[in-house]
């Protein structure tokens, strides 16, 4: 339900923006919503068969590579101090998902399928940043809508073909309307970044976001965070710091 109301967002917000619609960015921004779309259903598959100790960590690890890959792929050159500082984060965020055990008694065993799983996981969700960098600047929040509607798409694509589609009534429909809301901040966030930086930082700074997960689970749920994620939030400040004066 997030999706489309967060598509309708976003279509009333680059209305009053404005912005050229081009066919570069109508491709650019369906290819990240599609990408967008199976990196979170292969995620959640992943986490609901597979230890969450190996697969959040590893998701994040290939979300952060992938776009640092193409950036260097298509000639970007960070200087020495924000190369350092990708490294650093790729440490942090690491850290930061890291879990200790799942909660269920179920034992969950990092399979092959849940390899593959995880890997096309990480793999799409750091593509789909690679990709809605290539849109043109003059196009504003254009592709972004492009983007929401073809994750929808799919989503409810995907709902139907295995019978789980059901519209949500009461808190879990107030729930979706205040992830709606929260997901078009946070991908007009993406899109400013992206365009405002190489691809190679940006997308690492990004990747940054289970520290914020982290820290207001501490401050709203009053959850106790283990003490590699607190090391982990640490060293993602430092990576900030450097990335950005480097």
């Known amino acids: 339900m997030s999706y489309p109301v967060a598509g309708v967002l976003l279509t009333v917000m680059a209305c009053v923006v404005g912005g050229q619609v081009s066919s570069t960015a109508v491709l650019w921004g369906v290819l990240c919503g599609v990408l967008q779309a199976f990196g979170i259903w292969w995620f959640y598959a992943a986490l609901g068969s597979g230890p969450i100790s190996v697969v959040s960590p590893l998701t ?7 776009p640092i890959a ?7 050159r960070p200087s020495g ?3 350092a500082g990708i490294g650093l984060a790729l440490v942090a965020v690491t850290l ?25 996981s990480g793999l799409t969700f750091g593509l789909s940043f690679a990709v809605i960098h290539q849109v043109p600047h003059d196009a504003k929040l254009w592709p972004l809508v492009f983007a929401r509607f073809a994750a929808t798409a799919v989503v409810m694509l995907a709902a139907v ?44 700074l990004i990747s940054l976001y289970p520290a914020a997960t982290v820290a207001l689970a501490m401050v709203v749920l009053k959850e106790r965070v283990r003490a590699w994620q607190a090391v982990g939030m640490a060293l993602a400040l430092g990576s900030v710091a450097m990335i950005a004066a480097g």
């Open 81 to 83: 101090l924000a190369i």
């Open 60 to 66: 994040a690890i290939l979300v952060s590579a992938g």
């Open 70 to 76: 193409v950036g260097v792929a298509m000639g970007e």
């Open 96 to 120: 930061v998902s890291a879990q200790a055990t799942d909660e269920d008694e179920t034992p969950h065993r990092f399979t092959a399928k849940v390899a593959w799983l995880t890997v096309g």
């Open 161 to 204: 073909a295995t019978r789980n589609f059901a519209l949500p009534r009461g808190l879990p429909l107030k729930l979706a309307l205040v992830a709606a809301a929260l997901d078009v901040i946070a991908n007009v966030g993406m899109l400013l970044a992206l365009q405002a930086s190489m691809l190679s930082l940006a997308s690492v």
